[in-house]
């Protein structure tokens, strides 16, 4: 069983930038595929970021490349979410998950076993 709690959300100026934080307990995260989610008012859960379970394979959605970025911390059970250049349509609630085996399916949210109850993000224009 592992136990998720995302953090750092908040209100943001567009353009500016927020470090979100997911912080896992239970069982190690070592083993575990992390993903970001978001899910704005009147949308599906849509997939933002992921990475393997060592960190060095990342996977990020078209419409953050670039802007944000994932990492993870196996040792201290965290995974982090660094987004810069925020845009309005980045405003959602975000959610952290953790899933046994991704493999190629890293974009579904079916493919997670673990997810937090997630941080909100505004982002004001």
């Known amino acids: 069983q592992v136990s998720l709690a995302e953090s750092g959300g908040g209100l943001v100026q567009a353009g500016g930038s927020l470090r979100l934080s997911c912080a896992a307990s239970?069982?190690?995260?070592?083993?575990?595929?992390m993903g970001w989610f978001r899910q704005a008012p009147g949308k599906e859960r849509e997939f933002v970021a992921a990475?393997?379970?060592?960190?060095?394979?990342?996977y990020y959605a078209d419409s953050v490349k670039g802007r944000f970025t994932v990492s993870r911390d196996n040792n201290k059970m965290m995974l982090y979410l660094q987004m810069d250049s925020l845009k309005s349509e980045d405003t959602a609630v975000y959610y952290c998950a953790a899933a046994f085996s991704f493999g190629d399916s890293y974009e579904l949210p079916g493919a997670y076993d673990y997810w937090g109850r997630g941080t909100q993000v505004t982002v004001s224009s």
């Open positions: 239970g069982r190690s995260i070592s083993t575990y595929g």
């Open positions: 990475a393997d379970v060592s960190g060095w394979t990342t």
